[in-house]
C-alpha cells in the first residue's frame, strides 16, 4: 500500500508539564536514531493535554513533528466554560486535532451529529481533522460492528466539500481493544480497514483517498503485524505513545512497511 502514514501519539490526560516536555523531547531524539523513518511519509503527532501544547510545540521546534489536540469544541467562541475552541487551538500551532474518541463518545456523551459539528468547526479553523469510529465489544460480538461504524463515519464524514477529504484522516478503534492490552489481530482490523475504505470510496473518489489509521493498545510487539495489513495507514496510539521508546518503536514498524510497501 502507498501513500502517507500518520502515527500520533494521545496522550489523553497524563503527564505534568516537566514530564510532557521531556517525552516531547525524547520522541524527536529517538526519532533521529531511526533511519527508515521519512517524515513525509509518516507523518509522526504529538497530543498532548491542552496546558501543555505550547511547551510541547516549543520542545518540537524545528523537527518534522506535528502538533495534535486531544478535541476541540463545536463553536468558535462564546459562553462555554471549560472548554477549548478549534480556532484557539490553531493559534497556538496546533496542526491536527482529534475528534469522536470514544472516550468522548462515552464519558462526555458526544453523539455522531456533534462530532460532525466538531470536524467542520477544525476544517474551519484551518485544523486537519482526526475522526475516531469505532464499536464496543458489545456491538461486535452482536455482529453489528460494521452497521455500527458505518453510521459513524457517514455522520462524521458524508457529504463533505470533497476538497475537504484530502485534509482528514480516520481512525479506526475497536472500543474494546483501547487501553486494554487486548489489541484486534492484524486480520480484524485489517477487515475493517478495507470495509471503511470501500464506504468512505463511496462518498466521492476524493474521499477514497482518505488514510484509515489503527488504534487500540497498539505497542512495538504488535505494530510489524498492523502496519502490514492492506488498508492500515499507521497508528493512533495511547499508552505505549507515554513512553518515548516504545512510541519511536511504532514509528519505526510503520515506517518500515511503508519502505517495503514502497518498493513492492
Ligand atoms: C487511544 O487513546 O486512542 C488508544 C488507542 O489508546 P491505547 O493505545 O492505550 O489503547
Known sequence: MGGRRYVTGNWKMHTSRAEAVALASGVVAQLQQVPAWDPDVVRVGLAPPFPFLEAVRDAVA?????????????????????????????????RRVIVGHSERRQHAGEDDALVRRKLEAALEAGLDPVVCVGEQLAERDAGRHEAVVEAQARGALEGLDPAAYARVVVAYEPVWAIGTGRTATPEQAGTMHRFIG??????GPQAAGVPVIYGGSVKPDNIDGLARQDGIAGALVGGASLEAGSFVQIVRGVAEQARAGARS
Do not use: I, K, Y
Request: overall charge negative; glycine content about 12%.
Open 62 to 94: 524545528g523537527h518534522p513533528v506535528e502538533l495534535v489536540a486531544q478535541d476541540c469544541h463545536a463553536e468558535p467562541r462564546g459562553a462555554f466554560t471549560g472548554w477549548v475552541s478549534a480556532p484557539m487551538l490553531a493559534s497556538v500551532g496546533v
Open 198 to 203: 470501500g464506504l468512505l470510496a463511496s462518498f
